[in-house]
């Protein structure tokens, strides 16, 4: 378990289930996450999803508690092949808890757990353009926006620009 003494990132339990499905099932939550993100989002894929994280045997899949409350989640997709020591991040957060710094604190948890326990050197991660909290998140935790790749995300109909960030582990850690 990670903590700065107010919010625990923590691995994800079978009691997480239906908090998971009550805060993941909102269409303002998965607007900007990838597909694999599911909605609706039901029992099943609560479901699925922790038993998916818990066979990680190193595990980069972590849930967000604050106030003893599941509030989200946050984990890593190690890339592949030459691109091993980097991986992406990702973060979401539950919509009642959004707006009280909560993503920002639980990333910087993240990211210091990271770079000094995990072999990676470069996390990165991709953000739509018009989502703006989660591009300062990145920016608040020290993240560099490498570019701009225009027209590179469809989402519910919808093409998007995306914002490509990145934080090496001799940028600030």
């Known amino acids: 378990m990670l903590t700065d003494g107010n919010i625990l990132l923590r691995p994800y339990s079978l009691g997480d ?7 993941a099932n909102n269409f303002n939550v998965s607007k900007y996450l990838q597909n694999r993100f599911p909605y609706p989002y039901t029992l099943d894929s609560a479901d699925s999803w922790i038993a998916m994280v818990g066979m990680d045997l190193e595990p980069h899949n972590f849930a967000i508690e604050w106030q003893g409350k599941f509030i989200g989640g946050i984990g890593l997709n190690p890339l592949a092949d030459i691109h091993y020591q980097t991986a992406e991040i990702g973060y979401w957060l539950g ?9 920002t604190i639980a990333t910087g948890i993240f990211i210091c757990h990271v770079f000094s326990n995990l072999k990676f050197l470069r996390l990165q991660a991709m953000t739509i353009e018009e989502n703006k909290p989660s591009a300062r998140i990145l920016e608040k935790n020290g993240f560099i926006l490498e570019g701009k790749l225009n027209k590179h995300v469809t989402k519910y109909g919808r093409v998007y620009n995306a914002l490509l960030y990145a934080k090496t582990r001799d940028n600030g850690m």
Request: charged residues 30%; without cysteine.
């Open 17 to 23: 289930r239906e908090a998971l499905v009550e805060l």
């Open 95 to 103: 919509e009642p808890f959004w707006g009280k710094g909560l993503a």
